[in-house]
Nanobody, 125 residues
Framework: QVQLVESGGGLVQAGGSLRLSCAAS????????MGWFRQAPGKERELVSA????????YYADSVKGRFNISRDNAKNTVYLQMNSLKPEDTAGYYC??????????????????WGQGTQVTVSS
């Protein structure tokens, strides 16, 4: 079972930037696709971005394309989410998760498990 710990959230003004980190331990990180999700109060959890095990493939939700960038460092067992041009509607708890299976890259929430505890991102207008 992988353990995931997110960090880097905080309060930022609209137009600002934050970089989230997710440190993984417990299994072979480099074999798993990773995803960043977010959940705002009263809303369903949504996939924001995902990255394949090698980093060669990425996915972005339409709402964050051109503003967010996902990356990973397999030597450090860490996945990152660089968030630029933040908007108030980006306010949410952000969670990272690992795909349930190795060598699989999907964008279905059900395919992800091993959730972290989350980090709050608040964007003021």
């Amino acid at each position: 079972q992988v353990q995931l710990v997110e960090s880097g959230g905080g309060l930022v003004q609209a137009g600002g930037s934050l970089r989230l980190s997710c440190a993984a331990s417990g299994r072979t990180f480099s074999r798993y696709a990773m995803g960043w999700f977010r959940q705002a109060p009263g809303k369903e959890r949504e996939l924001v971005s995902a990255i394949s095990w090698s980093g060669a493939n990425t996915y972005y939700a339409d709402s964050v394309k051109g503003r967010f960038n996902i990356s990973r460092d397999n030597a450090k067992n860490t996945v990152y989410l660089q968030m630029n041009s933040l908007k108030p509607e980006d306010t949410a708890g952000y969670y990272c998760a690992a795909n349930r299976a190795i060598w699989v890259f999907t964008t279905r929430t059900i395919d992800f498990g091993s959730w972290g505890q989350g980090t709050q991102v608040t964007v003021s207008s």
